[in-house]
Structure formats: structure tokens, C-alpha cells
């Protein structure tokens, strides 16, 4: 039923986390958009972030972007190995959590 039907967005990269849990949707610098950190929340935090830094690249705002430019800054994480340990044990925590989605 969805053959032929084309993704209207598209967006790849490595799992990132913060300390706090916060995404960074935001212009680093003239003409220079990120949509990065998305703390293991899959694909609905991770298209949000983008469709809003595209909207910030084309001088317009909405909810999305309101909702991410008021975002803290984001936490950084401790230290190789205490790096590791944390993002694996915070995302098992996240799996057991949604395991009844």
C-alpha cells in the first residue's frame, strides 16, 4: 500500500547523549545549522530537531523551534569509562520504560 510513496524527510547520524537530556537545535554559527543530540529517543526527537533546523535555515519559527531554541544547554557527560557505563545503563533504563509501547 505504500509502495511508491516518498519520504518527505530524511535524516541519519550517530546516537547522542546529554547529561540533562536536552537536544541541540540551534545556528553554531553563520549558516551553520545543527539537529544533534538525540538522547536514544529515536526517530520522532531526532525528525522534530531536523525539520526545525530547516525551518531556522529558511528564516521561519514555529512550535518546533520554540520548543527547541528554549532548551537548556545541553549536560555534558563524565569521563571515559564512567561515559559509557552511564549511556548504556540510561538507555536500558529508557528501553524499560517504553516497554509497553
Avoid at 47 to 68: D, K, Q, V, Y
Wanted: glycine residues 10%; proline residues 5%; neutral net charge.
Amino acid at each position: 500500500m505504500l509502495k511508491g510513496l516518498r519520504f518527505e524527510y530524511c535524516w541519519s547520524g550517530h546516537l547522542c547523549l546529554s547529561k540533562n537530556g536536552v537536544s541541540v537545535m540551534r545556528e553554531l554559527e553563520p549558516g551553520l545549522f545543527a539537529a544533534c543530540v538525540d538522547n536514544g529517543l529515536g526517530t520522532t526527537r531526532s525528525t522534530l530537531t531536523g525539520i526545525g533546523a530547516a525551518e531556522m535555515l529558511c528564516g521561519r519559527s514555529s512550535m518546533i523551534t520554540e520548543f527547541f531554541t528554549a532548551e537548556a544547554e545541553p549536560g555534558r557527560l563524565p569521563p571515559h569509562p564512567f561515559d559509557t557505563i552511564g549511556a548504556n545503563a540510561y538507555m536500558r533504563w529508557k528501553e524499560w520504560q517504553s516497554r509497553l509501547e
